[in-house]
């Protein structure tokens, strides 16, 4: 098979891999409360969420956007999520934890200012787009608006027509 038919396939690979070899043991059952960057276990303690449940949040956050899509245009250890083929986020998903998305300019400098987890965008244009680091005690609320809001961006940059069809399906 080519390499490239297989891209899709290659991200549930690695983390199925990485469960066999025990990399992902951190993961919280599925039964456990979920707060805005912290668990809450068994016991009521309140810890930080584990890392890889942070992204997987946010892989589910894009791709639960209308009309869009994933690809793996950069790598396999990037996800790159877009709408009409315009991207709007990239989830890095090996190594270091972030997403890159689109913000207009004053957001992405008050953001900035703000938070330290978030910085110019990541091999992006500075002026254009932010990265935000999924750290421990990140906010996933508010990285949740900033996943819409760069959706949002996008998709109102579309043509009114290409607007109207994926709206209509």
């Known amino acids: 098979l080519k390499a490239n038919r297989l891209a899709p396939v290659r991200p549930w690979v690695n983390r199925i891999i990485g469960m066999v ?10 039964t456990t409360p979920k707060l ?9 303690t309140v810890r930080p969420m584990a890392k890889q449940t942070r992204i997987d949040r946010v892989g589910e ?37 972030f997403v890159t998305l ?16 978030v910085r110019e965008g990541y091999y992006m ?6 990265t ?6 990140v906010p996933m609320d508010e990285v949740k608006e900033l996943i819409e809001e760069s959706y949002r961006l996008v998709f109102e940059s579309l043509p009114k027509k290409r607007q109207a ?3 209509s399906g």
């Not at 960057?37 to 009521?44: H, K, L, M, N, Y």
């Not at 869009?68 to 090996?94: C, H, P, S, W």
């Not at 913000?103 to 703000?114: N, V, W």
């Open 61 to 97: 956050w894009c791709a639960a956007q209308p009309s869009a899509t994933v690809d793996n245009t950069f790598g396999l250890q990037t996800n790159v999520y877009r709408v009409a083929d315009k991207m709007f986020a990239l989830v890095n998903i090996e190594g270091d934890d």
């Open 132 to 137: 935000v680091d999924l750290v421990d005690g």
């Open 36 to 44: 805005c960057g912290f668990v809450v276990d068994a016991s009521g």
């Open 21 to 30: 070899s025990g990399h992902l043991d951190r993961r919280l059952p599925p």
């Open 102 to 117: 689109k913000a207009l300019p004053e957001d992405g400098e008050a953001l900035r200012a703000q938070y330290d987890f």
């Open 125 to 130: 244009n500075k002026r254009h787009w932010i």
């Open 165 to 167: 069809e994926l709206r």
